[in-house]
């Protein structure tokens, strides 16, 4: 099982980024895939999550609105949109496949 996150980088506040988390090694199309994100001193958190049924969607109360969760099962790739980012949503992101794998994750900075 491989999970490779990449779209992270540097942002200002209100900007926007796109994740994208490339996996192999599993059925992807079965799968309920997740992000999540750790900020420095903190413990990791759940971002949101797309089932393999149907797309349903779940988000953190926190970026609800402004994230949303995409999947493409053709290119086994699951995204995150990030929209009207703010300072607080800096952190480390990871992808999560049916909450037992992860990916190596990627660093998202939001400057005030």
């Known amino acids: 099982v491989q999970l490779v996150e990449s779209g992270g980088g540097l942002v200002q506040s209100g900007g926007s980024l796109r994740l994208s988390c490339a996996t192999s090694?599993?059925?992807?199309?079965?799968?309920?895939m997740r992000w999540y994100r750790q900020a420095p001193g903190k413990e990791r958190e759940f971002v949101a999550s797309i089932a393999w049924i149907a797309g349903i969607t779940g988000y953190a109360g926190s970026v609800k609105g402004r994230f949303t969760i995409s999947r493409d099962n053709d290119n086994r790739t699951v995204y995150l949109q990030m929209n009207a980012m703010k300072p607080e949503d800096t952190a480390v992101y990871y992808c999560n496949r049916d909450g037992v794998y992860w990916g190596q994750g990627t660093q998202v900075t939001v400057s005030s």
């Open positions: 090694g599993f059925t992807f199309s079965t799968s309920n």
